[in-house]
Nanobody, 117 residues
């Protein structure tokens, strides 16, 4: 059974930083593409950043230069370092795993990020 457990969300002031973590189980992490999505109230879920099993990364234009996605095969974890946070970054952030063998999307339960003074 695939499980994705996110952590690290919270309240931060504009300009601050947060680091999200996602621990995966039940998948072969080394052949799985991992992503972070977010969904703000009244908006569609959007891709924030992704990292392939070959460690190739991709970012939404809105977060380029501020967010960094990274992965650790040994810990079966993916991280999202978020710097220079803006109020518009506030959302529920979801971890996504897509094993290359099956192509099935798996989702975590989400972690809330609030950016407010």
């Amino acid at each position: 059974q695939v499980q994705l457990v996110e952590s690290g969300g919270g309240l931060v002031q504009p300009g601050g930083s947060l680091r999200l973590s996602c621990a995966a189980s039940g998948i072969i992490f080394s052949i799985t593409d991992m992503s972070w999505y977010r969904q703000a109230p009244g908006k569609q879920r959007e891709l924030v950043a992704s990292i392939t099993s070959g460690y190739r990364t991709n970012y939404a234009d809105s977060v380029k230069g501020r967010f960094t996605i990274s992965g650790d095969n040994a810990k079966k974890s993916v991280y999202l370092q978020m710097n220079s946070l803006k109020p518009e970054d506030a959302a529920v952030y979801y971890c996504n795993a897509k094993p290359r063998v099956s192509g099935i999307n798996y989702w975590g339960q989400g972690t809330q990020v609030t950016v407010s003074s």
